[in-house]
């Protein structure tokens, strides 16, 4: 589906925990048509300062609503956190490739599919996991610390084994997810290698996942973060090094596999 | 009441005839392919290409964009695909809309490269103008062809020898004299100029004490320029005869109708396509209401009217 | 934890010491009288004046100001009391704060003008320093001194004979090449050059087809031309030696910072007064922080420390 | 009173009518300094556009409650309107000289002193009735239309006799309030014409009452609007004609004699 501009109405706005918030809006249009992986710009207001447009992913959809997790990191996420339930939003989406889950087996794959996130990236990632919950995926949450753990009640809901990793060791396994990855690719050695990773999260943790992926000759999907200036294609901003050259990734992304990325 | 005529909103660039003066800018429309379901790009004056050289160009190093007050910072890099695979693969597309497409070029390295392009543009109909794009602050040059009025002379003047099609020289603000450039390059043959193109700029992360874009240096855009282009518009109207295109920072119609009233004859939608797509066609409505409101039948009855 | 030293924050302008690089922008901060009461004015590392002239200035037309995108557009004609009143009226004042005091100048019609007046000011010991003005938008001049390489040189050699006071250059931005006019600054004897003034720029009130300001065309100012001003002091600063003294949209310590990296030595607070007359202070305050923070003992270990 | 820049609380910002909003802010030291006739320089939102302040004037205090109202007219004033209650809003004030008004006889002088208001041109006006009330002015409101018609409520709680007119007679006199000024000279010519004149509006009316008030030689004192950059007198961009050269609105006025103006 081409995406569409539309003001669409704040249907919630609430702070989460930290500064970490949760927003809903209705617009039938894109909640029909997203795809798990996708992301939508928006207008935060309607000056000239913030300018751009602020990519954010699809958390999920229910009915005609559209939900969204952020955090508040500078003015455009600050102004967004200020906007009422009843205002109404300046989106244009669904935006960009979502992730590519068609190879999945028919049959149940328990256990097969591993999901990473790091940070914010379980936003996109819990709306994978609803779509292939069948195969009760493992989750792998990463986070500086507790309280920064995002989604894992989420993952839960939907059957998921969620895994958490604290750099600070406050919750879960002390030190990187992508430390915890590798000791889970350890630990499941005998009962077979998992089949497909997914994941989202800060560029690093992307990078040593690929890397990880590719060591252990498991198909990775990973959905990267760039400026952008437009979302959709047109300004030829938010390119990324590929084996077939620079890519969009607003456009030919944000979902890549680790084979095609250039470091 | 009386009633109104239509307002007519059709005007000429040189042998071209817009049925409205509001085009999109090179570089912020990609070939229009990606604006399809966003806008009715039927609608449009014109659509302006991405500038295409002759070989296919990967563009500069990422991060390319990033936002500043009011405006944005760009090192694209001219990125590509090349004259043969613009004609081959996006031409079809563009041609098929109806509407006036005006190719923009550049040369890589040596001003020759432009003979080429003209030469081979010059031959295919779906073309309906050329664009020079001899102010591109992303190509890593000490200077500009606009940034000197013999060199964008003697550029124009070889190229007007090579093609009848009409022909518009797109100048850089970066220069003391934009007047003096404009005359040049009318002089030499250019049907029109369009102004301006970005300023360069800079903008640097305080934290890592990098430049915020991979070519430290890029083009400033937005509507933080807006009062410089206007300015520039101006100037250029007071010394030159040819028709002026006129962009730099405008969202909608009011700041569309600046650039008319400074002397331009058409107008440029650029940075603001990424943020408002349907931008360029509520300009489109906004001026015949504007005319409309204002008993104005013709908008050359805009153009240059400032007064005391 | 290791007790960190205390940050330098003290620069050197020629023979000028600094004890902080924070001034505040001429013409934004009059002759310090109206910030008295809005901050502690001893704080500031110098106070640069709104420029003077011979005589009295009655400056431009009403309107002078208007709002743009992030930004401002003046055109205040340098209004000013010319230099015996600012010598006998404004001068009292600031010399009492005991921080160093640079003094603007400019000349109306003859660049001679220039010679009176720095004759006059070399002989007060409460001017610190000179600022020449060179690059005023809004004298309706056809172009500038700082518009060009040779007159600039001219002048400041001329004017470099008469005193031995710190000399500072101010240049325009509306010029092809900022690093020529910079070096031909300090080629000619000028210890400092500061930039940016402002850029040349327009505004139009499209419902009545007048002009924004009086004078039709004003200045530009505040955050909007920030990575303008940012890209000049960074061309400059790989030109050039003598000290660059940076400005254009700084707001903050961040934006102040962006003018360190890039190469400057000390920044100037312009617009920003106007909206929060403690920025300069906060920017003090800030820099110190940055400097702990970063473990820099010294504000020349980042003058220039852009890095890929 | 030097002018203070300090963070205020909101306590109230609605709505009156049209697009007319009264906010009311808390600062003691503002209030206690508040001439009649100064006005406060406001940040409405803390991004870079709109990038300069607001001039609106004072008017009213009580307690240490400063009172403003404004037109929403454009950007400035629309996201003024969007503040909340409890919002701190960045002021600067108060600012400007007053009105003169120790001339005024210290007998009761009723019915010497005519205010004259044209739209907004209420707000500071209501401040100066109630300075000045014990010598119960006349006060004339104009407006467009009835709807437009401000605070004669305040006014006339005040003690002072209210008469308006509108544009579009759907109340009061029909036609301009200059015109109702001059039929209210003429009517009161024998019972002795008014001594002083206070007047605040938009500029034309602003000209024809210092015109009226010279033909029949009665003291005006008006207040003037400019665009203005800083409002503290520092940038020199208010300037308005005076015999006396250029004056700066912001820190020589916003307060001027009829006589000194040049139109
Ligand atoms: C495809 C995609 C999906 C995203 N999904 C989410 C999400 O679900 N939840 C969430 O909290 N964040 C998400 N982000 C990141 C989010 O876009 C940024 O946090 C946001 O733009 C920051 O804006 P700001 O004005 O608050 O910050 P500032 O730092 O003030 O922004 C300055 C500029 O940098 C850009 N920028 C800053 N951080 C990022 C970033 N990480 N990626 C891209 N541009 C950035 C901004 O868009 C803006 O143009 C996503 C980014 C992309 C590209
Ligand atoms: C001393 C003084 C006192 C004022 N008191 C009041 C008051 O009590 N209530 C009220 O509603 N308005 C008052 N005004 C007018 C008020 O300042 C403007 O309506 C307001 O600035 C408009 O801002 P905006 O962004 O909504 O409009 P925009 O039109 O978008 O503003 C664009 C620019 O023009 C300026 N501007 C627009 N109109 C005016 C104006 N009339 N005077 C000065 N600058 C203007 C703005 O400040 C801004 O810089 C006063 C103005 C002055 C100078
Ligand atoms: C991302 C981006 C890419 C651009 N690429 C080109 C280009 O390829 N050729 C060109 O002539 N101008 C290019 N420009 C300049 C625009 O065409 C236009 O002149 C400039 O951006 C000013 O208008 P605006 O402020 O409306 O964007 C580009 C601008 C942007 C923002
Ligand atoms: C209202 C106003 C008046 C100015 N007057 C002068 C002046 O008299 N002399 C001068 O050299 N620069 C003058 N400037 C330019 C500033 O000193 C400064 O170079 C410019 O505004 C860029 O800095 P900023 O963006 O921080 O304001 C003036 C600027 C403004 C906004
Ligand atoms: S953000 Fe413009 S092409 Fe991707
Ligand atoms: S507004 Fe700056 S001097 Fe009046």
């Known amino acids: ?263 | 009441m009386v009633k109104h005529a239509k307002p007519d909103l059709s005007v000429n660039i040189g042998s071209l005839v817009l049925k409205n003066p509001v085009m999109v800018a090179s570089g912020t429309f990609g070939y229009a392919e990606e604006f399809n379901r966003l806008l009715d790009l039927k609608k449009l004056g014109a659509i302006v290409t991405k500038t295409i050289t002759i070989k296919p160009r990967h563009g500069n190093l990422p991060p390319r964009t990033c936002e500043t007050p009011a405006g944005m910072l760009n090192s694209i890099g001219l990125e590509n695909p090349g004259i043969d695979n613009f004609i081959k693969i996006k031409l079809p597309f563009l041609e098929k809309l109806g509407i006036p497409i005006i190719v923009s070029i550049a040369a890589e390295d040596d001003p020759g490269e432009f003979y080429i392009l003209v030469g081979q543009l010059d031959k295919i109909s779906a073309v309906s103008a050329i664009e020079l794009n001899i102010s591109c602050p992303n190509m890593q040059k000490n200077i500009l062809i606009s940034q000197d009025a013999r060199e964008t002379s003697a550029l124009v003047s070889a190229v007007r020898r090579l093609t009848k099609k009409c022909l518009i020289t797109k100048l850089s603000p970066n220069v003391t004299s934009i007047s003096d450039i404009a005359l040049a390059a009318q002089d030499a043959g250019s049907d029109a100029v369009a102004l301006i193109n970005t300023l360069s700029g800079m903008s640097i992360d305080v934290h890592k004490c990098v430049p915020k874009i991979g070519s430290w240096v890029g083009g400033l855009s937005g509507p933080a320029i807006r009062p410089v282009a206007v300015k520039m518009v101006w100037e250029a109207y007071n010394k030159i005869k040819i028709p002026i295109i006129g962009m730099g920072g405008i969202m909608d119609t009011e700041s569309a109708l600046e650039f008319f009233i400074a002397g331009a004859t058409a107008i440029s939608v650029g940075t603001a396509n990424f943020i408002n797509p349907g931008a360029s066609l509520e300009i489109i409505s906004g001026l015949k209401k504007y005319m409309t409101d204002n008993d104005i039948l013709n908008l050359s009855n805009i153009t240059g009217k400032l007064k005391a």
Request: hydrophobic share 40%; with cysteine; charged share 25%.
């Open chain 1, 1 to 263: 589906m081409e995406a569409v501009q539309l003001k669409a109405k704040i249907i919630s706005n609430k702070k989460l925990k930290c500064n970490y918030w949760h927003l809903e809006f209705d617009s039938g249009i894109i909640a029909k048509n997203a795809l798990a992986g996708q992301f939508i710009e928006i207008k935060v207001n309607n000056g000239m300062d913030p300018l751009l447009r602020r990519p954010i992913s699809i958390h999920g959809v229910s009915g005609t609503k559209v939900k969204l997790i952020y955090e508040v990191i500078g003015r455009g996420t600050q102004i967004l956190s200020e906007r009422k339930p009843g205002d109404s939003l300046d989106v244009i989406g669904p935006l960009g490739n979502g992730f590519e889950y068609n190879q999945l087996t028919k049959k149940l794959d328990n256990r097969k599919t591993v999901l990473v996130a790091g940070g914010m990236g379980v936003a996109p990632l819990v709306f994978l996991a609803e779509k292939i919950k069948f195969h009760r995926p493992v989750v792998l949450i990463g986070a500086r610390k507790k309280e920064q753990v995002l989604c894992s009640q989420e993952f839960k809901a939907l059957g998921c084994k969620v895994v958490t990793a604290t750099d600070d060791g406050s919750l879960g396994f002390k030190g990187r997810v992508t430390d915890l990855l590798k000791e889970f690719l350890l630990e499941n050695q005998k009962t077979g290698k998992p089949e497909n990773i997914y994941t989202c999260g800060p560029q690093p943790m992307l990078k040593t996942v690929a890397q990880i992926s590719h060591e252990n000759n498991i198909a990775s999907q990973l959905s990267l973060e760039t400026h952008m200036a437009c979302g959709f294609g047109a300004c030829l901003g938010c390119v990324v090094s590929t084996k077939s050259g620079y890519k969009r990734v607003c456009k030919d992304g944000p979902v890549f596999t680790g084979k095609e990325l250039i470091w």
